[in-house]
């Protein structure tokens, strides 16, 4: 089933409709389908997400220029976990499975957006990382994520300069590339390529 986003934009009513005890709004995504949230007139929010489905929930927040990943977390069936979403980006959420998933969620207006973005200690590079090949690439970003990179897919990341990237094979890691000021902001990069040099450098 093809994927699609579906993108809905909400106004700051929905957040700040009551005091004290917020009321959960509800959202259902459709199975294999991600939605993207966006409250243009916020500039930081904190997203509290409720998963009330039977499987695990990919949520993210992501550039709205780029497209790429700033953060993301999974939260397990039955379970609630929190993600603040800055100014600049949008929330995804994101139903991997083959049955519907249900969310629930409240917005609060933060400050948190200024105290992250003042922590960028070290330049980041936001790019596109692209898998043309036909078989699924398992990449290894150190402290970033662990990610398996579907046939003919692409994925955004935003990484501060000295990140390294690997792939994983049977346990054992190859360099694919370390992130330097020569990535240009949005450039996509083709894995094939860069396993092809790292191997035939072994």
């Known amino acids: 089933m093809k994927q699609f986003s579906l993108i809905v934009f909400f106004g700051v ?19 294999k389908q991600r939605v993207q ?13 409720w998963n009330t489905s039977k499987f695990e929930l990919a949520v993210s927040t992501r550039n709205k220029l780029y497209d790429t990943l700033i953060k ?31 969310v629930e969620f409240t917005i609060r207006q933060g400050t948190g957006a200024k105290k992250q973005t003042a922590k960028k200690l070290t330049p980041q590079r936001a790019f596109y990382l692209e898998n043309n090949t036909a078989q699924t690439l398992p990449l290894q ?17 935003d990484l ?24 240009q902001q949005g450039a996509r990069i083709d894995l094939a390529d860069l396993i092809d040099k790292a191997l035939n450098q072994e």
């Open 160 to 183: 501060p300069n000295g990140q390294k990237i690997y792939l994983d094979i049977n346990g054992n890691k190859i360099l694919l590339l370390t992130v330097t000021d020569s990535i």
């Open 72 to 102: 993301s977390i999974s939260i397990q069936p039955k379970r609630t976990d929190k993600i603040f979403v800055e100014e600049g980006s949008f929330l995804q959420l994101e139903n991997r499975f083959l049955s519907t998933a249900k």
């Open 37 to 49: 949230l966006d409250y243009p007139l916020l500039k930081g929010y904190e997203v509290h997400l």
């Open 13 to 31: 009513s929905l957040a700040f409709g009551q005091k004290g005890e917020q009321e959960r709004s509800s959202l259902i995504i459709p199975p």
């Open 141 to 157: 970003i150190p402290g970033v994520m662990n990610s398996k990179l579907p046939p003919f897919s692409r994925s955004g990341v």
